[in-house]
């Protein structure tokens, strides 16, 4: 297997050539260890952080931001983004309410609040 990323760890972007099976990976192109780690884990386990707006019940026409407090697998975007849709929050919230406690590992928090 052969896989070119580039790298968004810093703003430099390296260019990573990712190489081998499942069990050894060997990158090249990365200026630095944290590129390193970024194309492994891209290559065995991607993750991602989601963002999204929950309607809010309460209020006509109102929308709250969310996002997940740390990322998720890739694999479970879609399962995220379709749970968020079916959920509604109740004003006031404000940035750093908590929505979810565990949607795949991870909590829902408000990043921008509706009074």
Known sequence: MTRELTCIICPKGCRLCVEGGDNRLTVRGNACP?????????CTNPMRTVTAVL???NRYDTMVCVKTESPVPKAAMFAVMERLHQTTVTAPVSIGDIVMDDLFGSRIVVTKGAI
Do not use: F, L
């Open 34 to 42: 944290r590129g390193e780690q970024y194309a492994i884990a891209e």
């Open 55 to 57: 309607r809010v019940s």
